[in-house]
Structures are given as C-alpha cells and as structure tokens.
T-cell receptor, first 113, second 115 residues
Framework: NAGVTQTPKFQVLKTGQSMTLQCAQD?????MSWYRQDPGMGLRLIHY???????DQGEVPNGYNVSRSTTEDFPLRLLSAAPSQTSVYFC????????????FGPGTRLTVL | GENVEQHPSTLSVQEGDSAVIKCTYS??????FPWYKQELGKGPQLIID?????GEKKDQRIAVTLNKTAKHFSLHITETQPEDSAVYFC??????????????FGQGTTLQVKP
C-alpha cells in the first residue's frame, strides 16, 4: 500500500489564484481530514469527511472547500489564495470515525505571495 | 472550549538521558491519547498511543502514562539517541459533539538530542 499520498509537495501562488491540493489513500479508510501546520500552533483541522459524499468543517474552514466523491480521494480547494494561507498542509485518514489512529501524508508546503 | 496543552515547547537533552513531554486535556470524555513524531520535511507518524482503561504503556524505549483524574498524559523516552530528534505531538479526540473521531493536537515539542 502507498498509504496517504499528497500532491504537489511544494507550491507557490500569487494572491487571488486558485488551486487544488490532492490527497488520496489506498487503505479503504472511511475518515479523511485536512490539517494545516503553522509554527507554534500545532496541527489545526480544516475540513474532514466521515465517508464518501459527507464533509464537515473543522476549526479553521474559511477560505477552503472540500469534496469527497470517492472513498479514496479528498481534495482541498483554495478558491482565492491569501498570504494567511501560507502553511504546510497535511491530509490524514483513519479506518472510521470511531477508530482514532490517523495516518498522515507527507504534506504540501504552500506559499502565497 | 476543548483543548490540549503541551509542554515544553522545546527540549534539549544529552544523548543517553531521558526526555519527558507532558500534555493536559480538558475533555473528560476523551478516551484515546496518541503521540506522533514528525521528522523534518515529513508528516507526523504515530509512535505510541494509550486508551483510558490503562495507566501506562511501553514500547521499547518509549512509554506513555495517563492520569485520568488530573487529565494529563506524558511521553517518556529513555536512553535518547540523536535519531530521536524531532517534533512530538500529543493529541486527544474531541467527543462532546457530533464531531466524533476528530483529534485535537497539542502545540508540539521540538526535541533535540545532543551527541
């Protein structure tokens, strides 16, 4: 199994541009989530999904959209990038919402100029 | 609100010494406490976890202890080695809402093991 994969690894955007961060897992996990990591603030939950077709907001959802059309994929969309969205983004998955062990992808480092 | 506090934010030890990182949580309904290790340029990896029906769990040089009354849990690393240098995160699940299964993370501890 490849586990949780994320693309791209690095991205530079200009303010106002849009882009999609890709996340996929091949473990047949129901639960997937997106976090952002900023210095001194740990990992903060952006959005999560408990299964295909179901998504919900986390702690810091503003400026981000998600969808879950398949069990495997959980893309994160930035519709109009802002410098405040400069961060490292991690996707994670777990077997189900009641199985708490989460497996993280390698991350995407995003810079918004 | 529900949160997880982690201390210290940085920790420097000599190779061979022990390192202890402590976390406190606010949600008394939390029953699962994982610890993650994040090496430079990589995603967090689960290294050990504990459930609320036990007070201590060991795996070779690492151990986690849980005090449910005081609502804190700690990571203990003995005989530290340079490869233990990383950022460590504790976490606890948020239970008191429909948002079951979500983890709340501590702020992270940067551990440096000096040879």
């Amino acid at each position: 199994n490849a586990g949780v994969t994320q693309t791209p690894k690095f991205q530079v955007l200009k303010t106002g541009q849009s882009m999609t961060l890709q996340c996929a897992q091949d473990m047949n996990h129901e639960y997937m989530s997106w976090y952002r990591q900023d210095p001194g603030m740990g990992l903060r939950l952006i959005h999560y999904s408990v299964g295909a077709g179901i998504t919900d907001q986390g702690e810091v959802p503003n400026g981000y959209n998600v969808s879950r059309s398949t069990t495997e994929d959980f893309p994160l969309r930035l519709l109009s990038a802002a410098p405040s969205q400069t961060s490292v983004y991690f996707c994670a998955s777990s077997y189900s919402k009641s199985r708490d062990t989460q497996y993280f992808g390698p991350g995407t480092r995003l810079t918004v100029l | 609100g529900e949160n997880v506090e982690q201390h210290p934010s940085t920790l420097s030890v000599q190779e061979g010494d022990s390192a202890v990182i402590k976390c406190t949580y606010s949600d008394s309904a939390s029953n699962y406490f994982p610890w993650y290790k994040q090496e430079l340029g990589k995603g967090p990896q689960l290294i050990i976890d504990i459930r609320s029906n036990v007070g201590e769990k060991k795996d070779q040089r690492i151990a986690v202890t849980l005090n449910k009354t005081a609502k804190h849990f700690s990571l203990h690393i003995t005989e530290t080695q340079p490869e233990d240098s990383a950022v460590y995160f504790c976490a606890a699940p948020r239970r008191r809402s429909s948002n079951t299964g979500k983890l709340i993370f501590g702020q992270g501890t940067t551990l440096q093991v000096k040879p």
